[in-house]
């Protein structure tokens, strides 16, 4: 096992999925992607639905689709690190917040460890 600080590298040899809706127009409206990042966990990373489209839905949608692929890859546990603007929507499909705020990722925070069992 190589480690790059307490991350397993191990993980990246794992394919990557990405999730997109698309508006009537056939343009990007919202994303998000997954990888399996241990042995019972599945992560969701970058969740993303363009502004004049939020509360329709859609973000409930990619995380229902990450969701799905965990269960596919057998996975006890899907999680991420919820931006604090999106915690609600991650807790409407079942997530809980599992760790304190985890501050800044980058130039997004707060960050919130959630997870949901599956």
Same mark, same amino acid.
């Given at each position: ?12 040899? *794992? ?16 994303? *998000? ?77 707060? *960050? ?7």
């Amino acid at each position: 096992m190589k480690l790059q600080g307490s991350y397993d590298m191990e993980i990246y040899k *794992n394919p990557v999925h990405f999730w997109k809706i698309l508006d009537g127009e056939g343009r990007v409206i919202g994303v *998000n992607s997954g990888f399996v990042s241990g042995k019972d966990s599945y992560r969701s990373r970058g969740l993303f639905v363009e502004t004049d489209w939020r509360g329709r839905g859609f973000a409930k949608r990619l995380l229902k689709a990450t969701e799905a692929q965990a269960i596919v890859f057998d996975k006890k546990i899907l999680w991420s690190f919820a931006r604090g603007s999106a915690l609600k929507v991650y807790q409407s499909v079942g997530f809980e917040v599992v760790g304190e705020d985890v501050g800044q990722i980058g130039e997004f925070g707060p *960050n919130f460890y959630v997870a949901k069992k599956l």
